[in-house]
């Protein structure tokens, strides 16, 4: 079989079987990795069915394997203040954007461990602090024209404690992968404002802002009730 799976109605067949019958919708001509650096890099010839009903012709596409990742969106309902952090993004400089990120605590998801339990590892290592409650947001796939990565996304309950000036709570990441992540507290009026401004080019704390806009009150109520 080729490299890649999925279920539901799309069946992905080898180069030696290409029957097509009215149920299969995409065909996979082959499937091959290009580079394998930390990320892999495949090349991958295909075609699908179009919305005529008529297959494409074989189309080409470069996809950057990153597979499944979780992402919180850290809230303290008592103190109403949400947890942030800023660490340095080379991608964010080589495309002219601010480099030091507001970002939401994440991490790609090892193995067989869940989003959930890899909620509460990277909450240990970038923010030092134990998310208590986890209220799913959803998933959401990242960079659809390029990348395969979906990141599972929640809210998490968290109690604060000493919070210094402008919010710092400390510094966090791993020594031995050279992380840099300052840690703050941000009233959640102003990262709400700030998310609905579009002050915030980092997708996933965007999304996940935008989604607490929406919903601060329901969830605020919801944990100060537990």
Known sequence: MAALTGGGRYLYLTTDDRRLTAEMDVLIESDEVVWSGRFPLRLIK?????????????????MLSRGKAAAV???????????????????????????VMTELCAGLVDGNDTPEATIFR?????????????EKIGDFLL???GCDEVCSLFAGRVRLK?????????????????????????PAAEVIEKAVAGSYPNSVATIGLLWFAARREWLRAKWLSQ
């Open 162 to 186: 000493s919070i210094g000036p402008d919010g710092f709570l400390g510094m966090g990441g791993l020594a031995s992968e050279n992380e840099d992540i300052r840690v703050r507290a941000l």
């Open 73 to 99: 969106l850290p809230y303290d309902p008592v103190a109403d203040l949400v947890v942030v952090i800023e660490q340095f993004r080379l991608p964010a400089f080589a495309a002219g954007l601010e480099p």
């Open 143 to 145: 960079t659809p024209g």
């Open 46 to 62: 295909f075609r699908q069915r179009r919305f005529d009903g008529t297959f494409s012709n074989t189309r080409t596409w470069e």
């Open 122 to 134: 990277e909450s240990q290592e970038e923010m030092g602090l134990e998310v208590e409650t986890l």
